[in-house]
């Protein structure tokens, strides 16, 4: 992906704030003509720049209010383990993230449940199902504190 300019980071931090802005308006926000804001707006996601477009659910109201961290060691690590785990994970529709890690754990994931009645079935139906799993660590988010989609673009040094 070529270096982005201030362009394109303005109307990335744009649509990051307010996604749901028209081409004429991000243009009007960015300095751009609509035309040529389109044109950027088109390379930025070919490039991979700007993955995609979702709205922001709350898990909470959908009522599933409690959140866990599960870090997950499996038995090996050969690459047919490896595929085979992810391939599992990604049945589970609890599971909201899942990070192949460094460390003690191989896997953390982010799952959300009703409450802890249901992250028990999620626990026995799903995590200790998954195959070539070891040990699951447990732990259960009190309070989000934050949850960001990507950095912040104003942090970034250009």
């Known amino acids: 992906m070529s270096a982005l300019d201030r362009f394109d980071l303005a109307i990335m931090r744009a649509l990051g704030r307010e996604g749901r ?25 070919a490039t991979g720049a700007i ?19 599960v870090a997950i060691t499996l038995a090996g690590q050969s690459e047919r383990q490896l595929a085979e785990f992810e391939a599992a994970v990604r049945q589970c529709p609890n599971v909201l993230a899942c990070f192949l890690m460094s460390g003690e754990a191989d896997y953390i994931l982010r799952i959300a449940a009703r409450d802890l009645e249901d992250y028990e079935r999620i626990h ?27 950095v912040l673009i104003d942090a970034l040094s250009y």
């Open 21 to 45: 802005l028209t081409v004429a308006a991000l243009g009007d926000k960015v300095g751009l003509s609509a035309s040529a804001c389109s044109r950027r707006l088109e390379r930025l996601e």
């Open 51 to 69: 993955k995609g477009y979702r709205a922001r659910l709350s898990n909470q109201a959908l009522g599933h209010a409690v959140t866990v961290m």
């Open 124 to 150: 026995r139906r799903y995590l200790s199902a998954f195959p070539h799993v070891a040990r699951i660590n447990s732990s259960f988010a009190l309070r989000e504190v934050l949850d960001r989609d990507s």
